[in-house]
């Protein structure tokens, strides 16, 4: 049992793509699940079924390899539970020159760098993907 669903995907997201697992089964909520439709849109994941196991929501993710090798090298979780961590709209930057992701939980819901930065919302700072 875990406290933080979200730190747990990515810590299984990343050990998995770093064993060359063509897949990975993660256990979700309704964030987790946002966070992966940003990261399938944005290219970092191929794409992920969300099913039911018992009582626990679960996702299965199709990772996504470019010549054998991880599309990202490293995903990271930044706001933690024991220390939250937030950013108005204008103090967002890019992310490894724009090749990476930044991801945020806004009013406006969970979006990325660059739809906060549109949309002139900011939010918790939840993960860094690159």
Not at 1 to 29: F, P, Q
Not at 104 to 125: C, D, I, M, R, Y
Request: proline letters at 4%; hydrophobic letters at 40%.
């Amino acid at each position: 049992m875990t406290n933080d669903l979200i730190a747990d995907m990515l810590t299984r997201i990343r050990n998995a793509s770093a064993a060359r697992h063509e897949s990975a089964e993660v256990r979700i909520n309704n964030i987790c699940e946002r966070i992966l439709n940003i990261l399938k849109t944005e290219g970092f994941i191929d794409s992920f079924v969300v099913f039911k196991s018992g009582a626990a929501r679960m996702a299965k993710i199709d990772l996504r390899y470019y010549k054998s090798e991880p599309v990202f090298s490293a995903m990271e979780r930044v706001s933690k539970p024991g220390r939250r961590i937030y950013l108005p709209w204008k103090e967002i930057r890019p992310t490894r020159n724009n090749l990476g992701l930044s991801i945020f939980s806004t009013p406006k819901g969970v979006l990325s760098e660059k739809e906060a930065k549109f949309q002139h919302v900011g939010g918790e700072f939840i993960c860094r993907v690159y």
